[in-house]
């Protein structure tokens, strides 16, 4: 009986913690950008470089991680690109691509750039950016990006 209470007790705290080591990116914008909602298809055209302006005209800026195991998950499935062609293009864009350190560094560097757009863990998300929709649906909802 003791085991027993022992395992239960394991269980249900190795449950608790799955939702906590899950990685959910959120696509942002800076505040002045007008769109708010995109499909997949059309985001995936942003982050390989072949969409280069927003409908106002100023340059898509993307701003990346440097390392982002998160980031890179979601850019391949969203691109579906693998991760050898997912550098290499992202390599051959450097020209609207700014690479910074972290979440907050994105978050800053988005809220401070017109026309930028970057990806970050939803917890990490403030109102300093838009928070955009895709396919219809904000982070953390069922078919929002891949998780």
């Given at each position: 009986?003791?085991?027993?209470?022992?395992?239960?007790l394991w269980?249900w705290?190795?449950?608790s913690a799955?939702p906590?080591l899950?990685h959910?990116?959120a696509?942002i914008?800076n505040?002045d950008n007008?769109v708010?909602n995109?499909?997949?298809?059309h985001?995936?055209?942003i982050?390989?470089?072949?969409?280069?302006?927003w409908?106002?005209?100023?340059?898509?800026v993307?701003?990346?991680?440097s390392?982002s195991?998160?980031?890179?998950?979601t850019l391949?499935?969203?691109t579906?690109m693998?991760?050898?062609?997912?550098k290499?293009?992202?390599?051959?864009?450097?020209d609207?691509?700014?690479?910074?350190?972290?979440?907050?560094?994105?978050?800053?560097a988005v809220?401070?750039?017109?026309g930028a757009?970057?990806?970050v863990e939803?917890?990490?998300?403030?109102?300093?950016?838009?928070v955009v929709?895709v396919?219809g649906k904000l982070?953390?909802?069922?078919g929002?990006?891949?998780?």
């Open positions: 009986m003791k085991y027993q209470r022992i395992f239960l269980a705290l190795m449950l799955v906590c899950a959910h990116m696509v914008v505040k007008i708010q995109f499909t997949s298809a985001l995936a055209k982050f390989e470089g072949e969409v280069k302006k409908p106002d005209g100023r340059n898509v993307l701003v990346l991680h390392s195991p998160g980031e890179l998950a391949e499935h969203l579906k693998s991760v050898a062609d997912l290499a293009m992202l390599a051959s864009h450097t609207s691509i700014r690479t910074v350190a972290s979440d907050s560094d994105v978050i800053g809220a401070t750039t017109p757009i970057g990806l939803e917890h990490s998300i403030t109102d300093q950016v838009g929709k396919d982070p953390m909802e069922s929002y990006l891949p998780h």
